[in-house]
């Protein structure tokens, strides 16, 4: 990968080869002889020749995040239900050329049975197999099924009928009341593309926690999002939304109002455990 800093001071990583993790045995990529679908959690994490993952995972609470977003993948993305006809469409849109290609690296058979079948006598598995295999032994890791902070909602609230031109904006979450965090934060940007300032909020009583973003100007968006940490030292977190700042809420302060935006967890997931069906 290529690591690029844009002009708000944030990191990207610009991936290449990704193709690579779906190593065949023996193949790139993907030390020698590893099998791709069991590719450790955590790998590379305690190699002080990685750098990058090795320093960012021995930070308790970015490896706690890494694996809230690890396990949001697994139940949003790495499900063969949701993939099969994404797979199915590219399949479509490639057959014709693949079909014409005389230098493919195997035969056209492989293509057509290779979404749900090993092919290459037995050297590559099908996507739906890796997919199935991948899923499994990720939800096998203790770390994936941890209890995590329930947040049931977010509640923003502004103005009650008075002027509010240069006020702060209320927050307040309620969590379960069975699983209370030992820290909520509110996370907030005036851009979703820089970087977000971090608020510790205050624990009211019952499950619920209270925060005020600063005074923002009259149709200045605000990008927030709630993360829920089980404990201080080695934490179990929990985001609202569930992709945090990809997908954050957003609002515009207004001047005269009373505007109350509340986000809340589907009920059916207070009592799901981690990992076992889509949130």
């Given amino acids: 990968y290529n690591i690029f800093q844009d002009k708000n001071r944030r990191f990207h990583l610009l991936q290449h080869d990704g193709n690579e993790v779906f190593n065949r045995p023996n193949g790139p990529g993907i030390p020698r002889g590893m099998d791709a679908t069991q590719l450790p959690l955590y790998h590379e994490a305690d190699n002080e020749g990685r750098p990058v993952v090795h320093r960012l995972l021995n930070i308790p ?18 499900n063969w239900e949701k993939l099969e006809p994404i797979v199915a469409g590219y ?47 990720l939800l096998s890791n203790p770390a994936l099924t941890a209890a995590a902070p329930v947040i049931k909602s977010v509640t923003l609230n502004e103005g009650k009928g008075q002027p509010i031109s240069g006020g702060r ?7 379960g009341k069975d699983s209370i965090p030992g820290k909520v934060v509110l996370h907030w940007s005036t851009s979703k593309h820089k970087p977000f300032h971090r608020i510790g909020m205050a624990d009211a009583g019952e499950g619920v926690f209270t925060a005020a973003i600063p005074s923002q100007k009259k149709g200045k968006k605000i990008h927030y999002y709630i993360e829920a940490l089980s404990s201080i030292e080695n934490p179990v977190v929990s985001y609202m ?39």
């Fill in 241 to 279: 939304p569930t992709v945090a700042e990809f997908t954050a809420f957003t609002h515009s302060p207004l001047v005269f109002a009373h505007v109350s935006s509340v986000h809340k967890l589907p009920s059916s997931q207070d009592f799901v455990a981690p990992g076992t069906q889509p949130l």
């Fill in 91 to 137: 399949k479509a849109l490639l057959d014709s050329e693949i079909k014409k290609d005389i230098r493919k690296e195997s035969g056209y058979e492989d293509f057509v049975r290779g979404d749900v079948n090993t092919v290459e006598n037995g050297r590559v598995l099908g996507i739906k197999q890796f997919v199935e295999k991948r899923r499994t032994f």
């Fill in 61 to 78: 609470l970015i490896r706690a995040r890494y694996t809230a977003h690890v396990l949001t993948i697994i139940d949003e993305w790495l």
């Fill in 169 to 175: 904006i209320p927050v307040s979450v309620e969590t």
